[in-house]
């Protein structure tokens, strides 16, 4: 097992991985910027670095400045997070050059399933067909009218460097087309420096349903179930659930079983996610994270699985000590992510918090790096406090989940929490009766 692990990041997810040390015996080197001098993740570790002044650039996205870091404190290996460096094939590779191990997967499974095109192939080839669309990338105008001629409109532009929907543009008859496909390639260009486009079908209504994956060194794969992701507002996630309203257990069994057999013959090894869209009783395969994912806890909430501390095992060498028989997913486990904003317009409220008071009781569980006091830096994303609640069914977590947030006290700075208390009184949430595009309709009708 590692020494010592260097935490390449900042705020709830910093925390999340020093607990997990600590709980395996794991001394820890935390880094920061100029702005995060006085941060809960800097207080925790057992040494800490500065890499550099506020923009994220220059500090939390400086990789030698933090290969150095790991260097002088000579840590063994450096675990990522989520968002930053986690998912930069170019990082993990300098990482293992340096002799230190990157707790993820290999830079080459990271580089394939950053670009959505060759992902969507070695998917299609593991056994997990995506939307029907393009034969890979199309080049002009003309391919794609061909293209959309023979999955029938409307068709959706999508980048190959993209994810996240930058350079997605929807068209619904030829012209609409040519035009979408001169937009997202100069969004994408601009966006990722590589203006490659492929197209699929445009799927209306559907669900969006992740399958978290756990592999190891020695050829054992585990999935353990599903979270449903639709709630989302401009492609940021607001609420995830486990398990998914959406699926009967016929439906649950079938996916998990196809994406655990898919990451073994995809030779994958690390947690990981396979991204899907749900619709009409058919799951398609759009997009893998490589990473350790910021809604992993509902996950852990319903299997009683430490993700992190597994992906850590699984990155020092050690055998998951679990199959599949092994796992007993239970309950119902509802995140709410809480970002400093506007909790209507969604504008950013940065700024110093004053009272503090999470919540507590049966069921409950905070992910943050708030205290009372503390500075919220406006350089970085927002998302200050994740609230997750288990119950032994998605009535009871609904109940705990409403309890919680009237406990919750964050003042000083604007938060989403009186957004979240909004949607736990909405009747089709209640009813779990909702698609990607139901929260977007939610916010508008907002007072
Ligand atoms: C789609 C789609 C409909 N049809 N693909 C958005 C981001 C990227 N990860 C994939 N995305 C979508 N791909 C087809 N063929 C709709 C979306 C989409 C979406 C997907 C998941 C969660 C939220 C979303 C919001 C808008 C659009």
Not at 89 to 111: C, K, L, N, T, Y
Not at 128 to 143: F, H, I, K, R, Y
Not at 436 to 443: T, Y
């Amino acid at each position: 097992m590692f020494n010592k692990i260097l935490i390449a990041n900042r705020g709830e997810v910093a925390l999340r991985i020093l607990r997990a040390c600590r709980d395996m015996g794991i001394r820890t080197v935390s880094v920061h910027s100029t702005a995060d001098h006085d941060a809960m993740h800097v207080r925790l570790a057992d040494e800490s670095v500065c890499i550099g002044p506020p923009p994220a650039r220059d500090s939390y996205l400086n990789n030698a400045a933090i290969i150095a870091a790991a260097m002088i404190t000579n840590a063994d290996a450096i675990h990522p997070g989520y968002g930053f460096l986690s998912e930069n094939a170019d990082f993990a590779q300098m990482v293992e050059e340096h002799g230190i191990a990157f707790i993820g997967p290999s830079p080459d499974h990271i580089r394939t399933m950053g670009d959505k095109i060759a992902a969507k192939r070695a998917a299609a080839g593991a056994g997990l067909p995506g939307v029907p669309g393009s034969d890979g990338a199309v080049e002009g105008a003309a391919e794609a009218l061909e293209t959309a001629k023979r999955i029938g409109f409307p068709v959706l532009v999508k980048a190959a460097a993209g994810g996240g929907g930058k350079g997605m543009k929807v068209a619904r008859d030829a012209q609409g087309l040519a035009e979408a496909m001169r937009l997202a390639r100069t969004e994408a260009q601009a966006a990722f420096g590589d203006g490659k486009l492929y197209l699929e079908k445009y799927l209306d209504h559907p669900r969006h349903i992740e399958v978290q994956i756990l592999a190891d060194h020695h050829g054992a794969v585990v999935h353990l179930g599903e979270r449903d992701c639709s709630l989302q507002r401009r492609h940021q996630k607001l609420l995830e659930e486990a398990p998914s309203p959406a699926l009967d257990a016929a439906a649950r069994q079938r996916i998990g079983a196809q994406a655990a057999e898919a990451i073994r013959r995809l030779g994958y090894r690390s947690a990981g996610t396979l991204e899907f869209l749900w619709a009409d009783g058919v799951f398609h395969f759009i997009e893998m994270n490589t990473r350790l994912q910021v809604e992993h806890p509902v996950t852990e909430e319903v299997s009683g699985i430490d993700i992190v501390c597994e992906q850590i095992r699984i990155a020092a060498g050690q055998p998951l000590g679990l199959g599949q028989a092994d796992l007993r997913l239970s309950g119902h486990a509802i995140e709410c992510r809480i970002n400093a904003e506007d909790p209507v317009s969604f504008a950013p409220s940065p700024g110093q918090v004053g009272r503090y008071h999470p919540p507590g009781g049966p069921g409950v569980r905070v992910d943050s790096g708030l205290f009372a006091g503390c500075e919220v830096p406006p350089y970085y994303d927002s998302l200050v406090a994740k609230l997750i609640v288990h119950g032994a069914d998605r009535g009871e977590c609904i109940m705990r989940l409403r309890r919680a947030l009237a406990e919750f006290v964050i003042d000083g700075i604007k938060t989403t929490l009186p957004l979240h208390a909004r949607l736990l009184a909405d009747p089709h949430f209640v009813a779990g009766d909702y698609d990607i595009h139901w929260l977007e309709h939610f916010v508008e009708r907002a007072g």
